[in-house]
């Protein structure tokens, strides 16, 4: 693992953060996108920004580190860790760590994560 950056996967990025930032402002009432699709695309967005930095030669184990930093999120959430750390409800913190714990929410990032290998094994 060393740093190097990826234009590539910077402007995959670039693109997934966008999607996220149109998921939460102007499609939030389409609630499959809000609710579901966002959370997927999440863990796709986190796989791009750390391929974009770090070359890192075992990309399934990238995937599953992701995924277990996603679920070490969600179970903060159950114990209101934004409100714990001071977080304000509304803050950009307090929105992007999140408010309340979802089964659902880890089935949407073992998707994402399918998805992502997937990706893996077709570009390998």
Same mark, same amino acid.
């Given at each position: 693992?060393?740093?190097?950056?990826?234009?590539?996967?910077?402007? =995959?990025?670039?693109?997934?953060?966008?999607?996220?930032?149109?998921?939460?402002?102007?499609?939030?009432?389409?609630?499959?996108?809000?609710?579901? #699709?966002?959370?997927?695309?999440?863990? @796709? #967005?986190?796989?791009?920004?750390?391929?974009?930095? @770090?070359?890192?030669?075992?990309?399934?184990?990238?995937?599953?580190?992701?995924?277990? &930093?996603?679920?070490?999120?969600? &179970?903060?959430?159950?114990?209101?860790? =934004?409100?714990?750390?001071?977080?304000?409800? $509304?803050?950009?913190?307090? @929105?992007?760590? $999140?408010?309340?714990?979802?089964? @659902?929410?880890?089935?949407?990032?073992?998707? $994402?994560?399918? &998805?992502?290998?997937?990706?893996?094994?077709?570009?390998?």
């Amino acid at each position: 693992m060393k740093l190097k950056f990826n234009l590539k996967y910077f402007i =995959a990025t670039i693109l997934l953060f966008l999607i996220e930032v149109l998921i939460a402002t102007k499609l939030s009432h389409l609630f499959f996108v809000r609710a579901y #699709l966002g959370d997927v695309i999440v863990v @796709i #967005l986190l796989y791009t920004f750390v391929k974009s930095l @770090i070359q890192i030669n075992n990309n399934q184990k990238l995937n599953l580190g992701i995924f277990l &930093f996603s679920c070490v999120i969600e &179970f903060a959430q159950y114990f209101h860790i =934004a409100e714990k750390l001071g977080f304000k409800v $509304g803050s950009l913190m307090y @929105i992007v760590i $999140g408010n309340s714990f979802s089964w @659902i929410d880890i089935l949407c990032y073992v998707v $994402g994560c399918l &998805f992502v290998s997937l990706f893996i094994k077709i570009n390998d």
